[in-house]
């Protein structure tokens, strides 16, 4: 348990006063020479650290960048507990203000800690990775950034959405960029008088002239699928690279829809009739 500023007894305020009023010319000097030096080093470190996670090549971008702000705070924090005892500042009554402090901001920002554990667990499990294309929720769109308080997506409109990374975290996540697959899943209805043989085989040539369908992990698949109301449901199955799925997605539907006319397959559609009568 972290104590908090009440529990501090007088005498320790008292102590660190006499210490901060007597505090020598030279004392200050040295402090202020630690304090370049070690910003410096600071600096030196983080560059080193990122070339060297870089070069690695394992760690997705956010989670590198994420290290990397995490690291250059605990250097800091190393730097200032340094200057402190330079300067003759008790370090365990410094260290139980920073207690209670930190119990006061952690207690201010429980949404914020949300966020932040909630990005750490995002990082560490890696359901998406920057550049992925995913579903959360009712959002949809390209991750540009993984932050340590929120997730940014850029939808297809060039919108960024930021996400707090405690609700995505508890969202289910889509990944449509994980795989370099993807299959098409299209239902062409065709009328119950169409000749189905012939309709499957306008569909099945249409489909396989399009050099982007692939035959691995399996050849399109079109078939008699559902005897619905009002209509003949073929399903239409074929596999793809992933960059190509919207493309190939929207080709197929015109292609078809084109071909079936020009075969004299009808497409049924619903019809109103309205009727007039005169009173």
């Keep these: 348990m972290f104590a908090n500023a009440d529990s501090i007894d007088e005498g320790t305020w008292v102590q660190l006063g006499k210490v901060l009023s007597n505090l020598q010319v030279t004392k200050l000097l040295s402090a202020v020479i630690i304090l370049l030096l070690g ?6 470190l983080s560059k080193i650290l990122r070339k060297l996670l870089k070069k690695s090549g394992r760690l997705d971008l956010s989670l590198r960048e994420f290290l990397l702000k995490t690291i250059k705070l605990l250097l800091y924090f190393v730097l200032f507990i340094i200057i402190a005892s330079q300067l003759g500042i008790p370090i365990t009554s410094l260290i139980t203000i920073l207690g209670a402090l930190g119990l006061a901001v952690s207690l201010a920002l429980q949404d914020s800690l949300s966020n932040v554990a909630g990005g750490l667990f995002l990082l560490s499990s890696k359901p998406f990775s920057t550049g992925d294309f995913i579903e959360a929720g009712a959002f949809s769109g390209t991750v540009a950034e993984i932050g ?4 940014v997506l850029v939808t297809i409109d060039n919108r960024r959405i930021y996400i707090p990374n405690g609700k995505l975290a508890d969202e289910t996540v889509v990944n449509f960029s994980v795989a370099d697959k993807r299959r098409i899943d299209l239902t062409f209805p065709v009328a119950y008088e169409s000749d189905l043989a012939k309709a499957r085989a306008v569909i099945e040539g249409t ?3 399009d050099t982007r369908v692939l035959s ?3 050849p399109p698949f079109v078939r008699v699928w559902e005897l619905s109301d009002s209509s003949v449901d073929i399903m239409t199955r074929f596999w793809c690279k992933t960059e190509d799925y919207w493309e190939l997605r929207s080709a197929a539907l015109e292609s078809v829809k084109g071909a079936l006319d020009s075969a004299g397959v009808s497409i049924p559609y619903n019809h109103l009739t309205v009727e007039m009568k005169k009173q």
């Design 39 to 44: 910003l410096l080093l600071v600096n030196i």
């Design 148 to 151: 340590v308080i929120h997730t």
């Design 207 to 209: 489909i396989a002239k």
């Design 216 to 218: 691995e992990p399996e």
